[in-house]
Every structure is written in structure tokens, then in C-alpha cells.
């Protein structure tokens, strides 16, 4: 069965602090890992990784995919207390549904 | 551009009931696909459809079932409702359903 774990489950930083967040999965047929961050209600896109290796970065935030190993992390630098969120992976699995891991909660103490 | 819509946002139901909840997606998108989300159980996938067509089913039973019309707005039931039902069930629309979905705020369902 398709799979996808996240970790760690829950992580409690200081503002300016730099965090990794890890997200692997087990596949059948890879296409593409997504990553969310939800804070109240509606899960909020952040990147989209098909190709491993290439690193997508948007301001703070940058993700990097590895097929091989058949993981991804998110790496957050100077954390702010607006980044406190649960962070989704989600993985495309050779159709059109996705399988999400269970996120992981991140607390930024200001 | 509009993003998703879910109507209602709110919720409340007596087991046994039945509701059904509604989305439209971003202007363009045709891939509509329906999540249930609870504390224990995380994001779980209940079903896609595409271009009025069921593409994929999640594990859920059959009292939870969907459509989606020609304009690409979908509409989610579910019957004979349980305490177990109650949950944040959000909407996602995609181009095509193998790109980036994008969101809405979700019904939040709460069964008496």
C-alpha cells in the first residue's frame, strides 16, 4: 500500500531558528510530492517536486526531492511565528488521488 | 482569479441525517477531489472526479458518495449519518488532477 511519513511529528523552535522537515514515502508508481502548510482550515500549496535533486525555493522556504532514496525535506530558514503550522506532505501515486502523511505541527516560540 | 468554494462552512447534524456539501473549483479546473480530515486520521482521500467522471475512490463506505456537474462544481453526500462522520471535509481543484491542487476552507461537520 502507498505510503507516506512525515517527521518529526511535532517541533518547538525559537524565532531565527532554521528547521528540516522530513517526508518519505513508499511507491508503486512516483510521480510527484507536494507540500502544504495548514494553519486554520484550507491546506495552503507551497511546491511541487517531480525531478529529483533540483531544489524549488520560494523566500525562506526551499524543498529538495530524492528519488532514490524516496524522500523530500523542507527546509525553513529564520523562522518567524507566522511559519507555526502544520506542514503536509503529499505524495501523486501513478493516479490522480493524493496520499497525505499526517503532517507535522510546528511551533515557533517568539 | 476566484479560488475553491465549499458551502457551508458550518455544520450541525443528528446521526441518522443525511448532508451534502458543495464545492466549486477555480475557473478552468476540471479535477475535483473531496478529503475527510480528522485529528486521529489526518487527510484522507474519499474520492476525484473528472469531467463528470468518478476517477478515484478512496476507502470509505458507501454512504459517502459524490458528483460533479458540467461545470465542474461538485457536490459531496453522506447518508445515514454517524458520530464518526463529524470532521473537516475539504475540497481540492486541480488543472487536471496530476498537478498542484489548490484548497478551499472546508465544511467543518459536526454529527449529534
Known amino acids: 500500500e502507498d505510503k507516506v511519513v512525515q517527521s518529526p511529528l511535532s517541533l518547538v523552535v525559537h524565532e531565527g531558528d532554521t528547521v528540516t522537515l522530513n517526508c518519505s514515502y513508499e511507491v508503486t508508481n512516483f510521480r510527484s510530492l507536494l507540500w502544504y502548510k495548514q494553519e486554520k482550515k484550507a491546506p495552503t500549496f507551497l511546491f511541487m517536486l517531480?525531478?529529483?535533486?533540483i531544489e524549488k525555493k520560494s523566500g525562506r522556504l526551499s524543498s529538495i526531492l530524492d528519488k532514490k532514496e524516496l524522500f523530500s525535506i523542507l527546509n525553513i530558514t529564520a523562522t518567524q511565528t507566522g511559519d507555526s503550522a502544520i506542514y503536509l506532505c503529499a505524495v501523486h501515486f501513478g493516479n490522480e488521488k493524493l496520499t497525505f502523511g499526517t503532517g507535522t505541527r510546528l511551533t515557533i516560540i517568539p | 482569479k476566484a479560488g475553491v468554494t465549499q458551502t457551508p462552512r458550518y455544520l450541525i447534524k443528528t446521526r441518522g441525517q443525511q448532508v451534502t456539501l458543495s464545492c466549486s473549483p477555480i475557473?478552468?479546473?476540471?479535477?475535483v477531489s473531496w478529503y475527510q480530515q480528522t485529528p486521529g486520521q489526518g487527510l484522507q482521500f474519499l474520492f476525484e472526479?473528472?469531467?463528470?467522471?468518478?476517477?478515484n475512490k478512496g476507502n470509505f463506505p458507501g454512504r459517502f458518495s459524490g458528483r460533479q456537474f458540467s461545470n465542474s462544481r461538485s457536490e459531496m453526500n453522506v447518508s445515514t449519518l454517524e458520530l464518526g462522520d463529524s470532521a473537516l471535509y475539504l475540497c481540492?481543484?486541480?488543472?487536471?488532477?496530476?498537478?498542484?491542487?489548490?484548497f478551499g476552507q472546508g465544511t467543518r461537520l459536526t454529527v449529534v
Open positions: 475557473s478552468g479546473h476540471r479535477s
Open positions: 472526479y473528472f469531467s463528470e467522471t468518478q476517477r
Open positions: 517531480t525531478s529529483s535533486g
Open positions: 481540492a481543484s486541480s488543472p487536471t488532477g496530476n498537478a498542484e491542487a489548490f
